[in-house]
Each structure stands twice: as C-alpha cells, then as structure tokens.
C-alpha cells in the first residue's frame, strides 16, 4: 500500500498544475475586465482560457489512467512515467502563453503517459483474468 503514496503525490502536484491555468486565466479574464459568461477577448487572454481549458480536457484523461494503471500494472512505474504530464503541461501553458505555434512541444511530452496508462491498464487488467 505503501506504493500508492506516489501516484497519490503525482495526483495532487497534476492538480496544481490544473489549478495554475485556472489562475492564470481568471486573471486574465480580471486583467482584460472580460465580463462573464464571455470568453472573447484579447489573444493573450484567449490563449490563457485555451490553456486551461485543454489541461482539463486532459487530465481528466490522465487522473483516472494514472490510478488505473496504479492498481492494473504498478503504482511505482505509473508515478515515473506520469510525471511527464505535469512536466509537459507547464511546457505547453508557457508556450502557448507566448505563441499558439509554441505549445507543441509540452503537448508531446504530456500526451504518451494517457496513451500508456489506458492500453497498459487494459492489458494489466485483462492478464489478471
């Protein structure tokens, strides 16, 4: 059980990386006086917004790849090929900050951790039978 801790402390710095973009596109949206429901605005703004709406998207992938994978394959391996995601989303919110066209780099970082937690987790479980 012991082991868990890790994808437990992987889980709660991905939430914090998920809580920058939330920040950062709350005071953008204070900065550009974007009146809510909106999200049109200055480009600068629109990326924040794009930022933090693409890291939900994903970790709602990641999160529950993560823990299946934990319990499926192992909860060690999963917490050190998973650490690329939040790695990869700082890389993708600071680029894409600066340029659109400089996002690509955190996105292919952080995309192989969700593509190996799903098949990985599919398979581990499918030898347990």
């Known amino acids: 059980?012991?082991?868990?801790?890790?994808?437990?402390?992987?889980?709660?710095?991905?939430?914090?990386?998920?809580?920058f973009t939330l920040f950062k596109a709350g005071?953008?949206?204070?900065?550009?006086?974007?009146?809510?429901?909106?999200?049109?605005?200055?480009?600068?703004?629109?990326?924040?917004?794009?930022?933090?709406?693409?890291?939900?998207?994903?970790?709602?992938?990641?999160?529950?790849?993560?823990w299946l994978f934990?319990?499926?394959?192992?909860?060690?391996?999963?917490s050190l090929i998973g650490i690329l995601w939040p790695i990869g989303r700082?890389?993708?919110?600071?680029g894409y900050y600066k340029d659109a066209n400089k996002r690509g780099l955190g996105l292919y970082i952080s995309m192989p951790p969700i593509y190996i937690f799903i098949i990985g987790s599919l398979v581990g479980f499918i030898l347990k039978i």
Do not use: C
């Open 27 to 66: 005071t953008a949206r204070v900065k550009y006086n974007i009146q809510a429901p909106s999200h049109d605005g200055p480009e600068e703004y629109v990326r924040k917004v794009r930022v933090h709406h693409n890291t939900l998207e994903h970790l709602v992938l990641f999160l529950p790849g993560l």
């Open 70 to 78: 934990s319990f499926a394959v192992d909860p060690v391996w999963a």
């Open 90 to 94: 700082i890389g993708y919110a600071f």
């Open 1 to 19: 059980m012991n082991d868990f801790v890790y994808p437990g402390i992987l889980s709660s710095l991905s939430l914090l990386v998920y809580y």
